[in-house]
């Protein structure tokens, strides 16, 4: 089974409200290596006319962005109560 095969098993109840937030563009632009977008399995982080686009309502809630991030420039939490990921099978 491959990745995007994985992910369609994945529900996910959205809140209007966004648990990922980039705190500088600023900071995101002098990053060189840009690891959000390749290290997020959901392609959360996307760049687009110079400003890195967050698409929270695919997060996978495994909080790999905070990691990578070498400015720690992402907030991250956990969705509010009854929002967010649910997975079909484990």
Same mark, same amino acid.
């Given at each position: 089974?491959?990745?995007? &095969? +994985?992910?369609?098993?994945?529900?996910?109840? *959205?809140?209007?409200?966004?648990?990922?937030?980039?705190?500088? =563009?600023?900071?995101? +632009?002098?990053? &060189?290596?840009?690891?959000? *977008?390749?290290?997020?399995?959901? =392609?959360?982080?996307?760049?687009?006319?110079?400003?890195? *686009?967050?698409?929270?309502?695919?997060?996978?809630?495994?909080?790999?962005? %905070?990691?990578?991030?070498?400015?720690?420039?992402?907030?991250? +939490?956990?969705? %509010?109560?009854?929002?967010?990921?649910?997975? +079909?099978?484990?």
């Amino acid at each position: 089974m491959n990745i995007e &095969e +994985k992910l369609f098993l994945v529900r996910y109840n *959205t809140d209007a409200e966004s648990h990922l937030k980039i705190i500088s =563009q600023e900071v995101c +632009k002098k990053c &060189e290596d840009k690891p959000c *977008t390749y290290i997020c399995p959901a =392609q959360v982080y996307r760049w687009s006319c110079d400003i890195l *686009t967050v698409s929270y309502e695919g997060c996978l809630e495994c909080g790999s962005c %905070r990691f990578c991030c070498p400015f720690e420039n992402i907030s991250w +939490k956990y969705p %509010r109560g009854g929002f967010g990921v649910s997975y +079909k099978f484990g």
